[in-house]
């Protein structure tokens, strides 16, 4: 199951550089994560200052 970012993304961009698999990138609103290439490692979401990065 993938990760999925909300709202309340800041795009500080401190997930995009802990994916190992390059699987986020930047939005217009927010960053997103491609649900094909994400491998549910939960990187992302330990670096996320603002806790907008859950399993979908």
């Not at 190992?20 to 979401?45: K, L, R, W």
């Amino acid at each position: 199951m993938a990760h999925i970012i909300s709202e309340e993304c800041i795009k500080c961009g401190a997930c995009q550089g802990e994916c190992p698999v390059d699987a986020i990138s930047e939005g217009e609103d927010q960053f997103e994560i491609d649900s094909d290439t994400c491998i549910d490692c939960g990187a992302c979401a330990a670096v996320c200052p603002v806790d907008a990065i859950s399993e979908e």
